[in-house]
Structures are given as structure tokens and as C-alpha cells.
């Protein structure tokens, strides 16, 4: 089972990279859940045609009981894809870290990954920085490898350096290591030499480049994923060359 949490400045494209991705992969035969760790909510939304599932702190709040199974807090989505939104308190009140820690814990409790067996795990994690809840995917074992989405712009750079030396703060204690950069392209004036040389000094790998598109926007207006609106298209190419990749990783750490 891959497991891989996507970190990044906020508003830098985590969730579209994230959906494409699990996009691809179910394209690709494998099964996949996607797990939105933000309390926005929205992580999910283009696999599931513009309906969002239930997020699951919402469903806590307006319950009397827990779930007993997870088709209760999730929505198969575009692939087949498994949805689920952690969510968040009620704005202005508590912890939207703490609606991380609840939610992995409730997931555990009901078995997801023993019942529903997923090839590939994503989770799309809010945060500039690795802390509290926002760690959990990477610091409780849930994740083995961090993708950073960054641009070429400063303050996207800066949240990328961030997390990146968080990530090595646990390096120690067997958690997940970062297998690279995303580059999601801004039009930034010489971003991919900003980037590269970003990726150079922090010793890590440019693992895809997406291209700035307008096909992105008009399929997420669609309530779609580019790749399941064009799958031809470069930009699904691209999602589908990572995805690839990120296979790849997998099966020769099993050999």
C-alpha cells in the first residue's frame, strides 16, 4: 500500500494535485482513497462531480453516535475512488487539527484500510507549517512519503522550506520522508530556475511539473478532474507520468 500526504502553501493547488492524482491512479486500475485533511471540505468535491460527501466532524456534530461504518462518512467518487473529509469544528471554535486526529482515529476504529483494502492512500493536508493535527499523516505512521506542491513564488517557496525541515525532524523516528517537489506552474517570471535551484539546495527531486492550464479550470467547473475530462490532455499526462513514478517507488521497495 502507498501511502502519501501532500503538503503545501495554502491556495497552491494541494487539492487539485491531490484529485488528479487519485485520479490517475484509479485510471490506472489501482484503488485509492483520498482522505481531505482541511476544514474547508473541498478536497474531494471534483471526484464527486461538484457534490461534496459529508464531512466527518459534521456528521459527529450532528449525530447522536458514531458511525459504525464508513459508507456513512464517505462517497465513491470518479474511478471509484474513496472520499472522506475530516472537516473541522465549528468556525471560531476549537481545534481544526484536533478534527484530524478525531477523524484518523475514528477511521481506525471502523477498519477502513483492513475492509476496504486501497492500493494507494492520499491524504491532502492544510498547513504552511507541519504541526499539531496537520503532522498526524506524516508523524503517527499514516503516511510514508510527503509531496511538497510549491510554484515559483516566494512566499509558496517559503512554506515548502518549512515543511521540508519539519519533515526531517522526524527523520529519526522512521516517519515519512519527502519524495519530492511538485512544481504546480504560476507563471512566476523564472520559476522553474527559482524552483530547481529551491529543490538543488534543499536535496530534493522536481518529481513533476504541471503545466499552467486553463483545462484545469474549466473541468474543476464541471465539478471533474482533468483527467477525467481529458485524459489525453498534457496536463493529465503529467499527473498520469507521477503516478507512475510513485508506483514504480512502490513495487521496488517490495522487492
Known amino acids: 500500500m502507498i501511502k502519501i500526504a501532500v503538503y503545501g502553501k495554502g491556495g497552491i493547488g494541494k487539492s487539485t494535485v491531490t484529485g488528479n492524482l487519485a485520479a490517475a491512479f484509479a485510471s490506472l486500475g489501482k484503488r485509492v482513497i483520498q482522505i481531505g485533511c482541511d476544514p474547508k471540505a ?11 460527501v459529508t464531512p466527518v466532524m459534521n456528521y459527529l456534530r450532528e449525530h447522536d453516535d458514531e458511525p459504525t461504518s464508513v459508507e456513512e462518512i464517505s462517497k465513491q467518487g470518479f474511478g471509484g475512488v474513496l472520499c472522506i473529509e475530516t472537516g473541522g469544528p465549528t468556525p471560531g471554535l476549537g481545534c481544526a487539527g484536533r478534527g484530524i486526529i478525531t477523524t484518523f482515529s475514528l477511521l481506525e476504529d471502523l477498519k477502513l484500510f483492513e475492509k476496504y483494502k486501497p492500493d494507494v492512500v492520499l491524504y491532502d493536508v ?27 513564488e516566494k512566499m509558496s517557496l517559503y512554506a515548502a522550506n518549512n515543511i521540508n525541515s519539519a519533515v526531517k525532524n522526524f527523520a529519526d523516528r522512521s516517519y515519512a520522508k519527502v519524495r519530492g517537489i511538485v512544481l504546480n506552474r504560476r507563471a ?8 530547481t535551484e529551491f529543490a538543488e539546495k534543499a536535496g530534493l527531486s522536481i518529481v513533476a511539473d504541471i503545466p499552467r492550464s486553463g483545462d484545469i479550470i474549466r473541468f474543476e467547473d464541471m465539478g471533474k478532474t482533468v483527467i477525467e475530462g481529458d485524459p489525453e490532455c498534457e496536463t493529465s499526462k503529467r499527473f498520469f507520468e507521477l503516478a507512475k513514478l510513485l508506483l514504480n517507488d512502490g513495487e521496488n521497495e517490495n522487492e
Request: negative net charge; contains cysteine.
Open 126 to 152: 492544510l498547513g504552511d507549517v507541519v504541526c499539531g493535527g496537520f503532522a498526524a499523516p506524516i508523524r503517527e505512521g499514516y503516511a510514508s512519503k510527503v509531496l511538497i506542491v510549491t510554484s515559483g
Open 188 to 195: 512566476v517570471e523564472d520559476e522553474e530556475r527559482k524552483v
Open 42 to 52: 473541498d478536497s474531494t468535491i471534483n471526484l464527486l462531480g461538484g457534490e461534496p
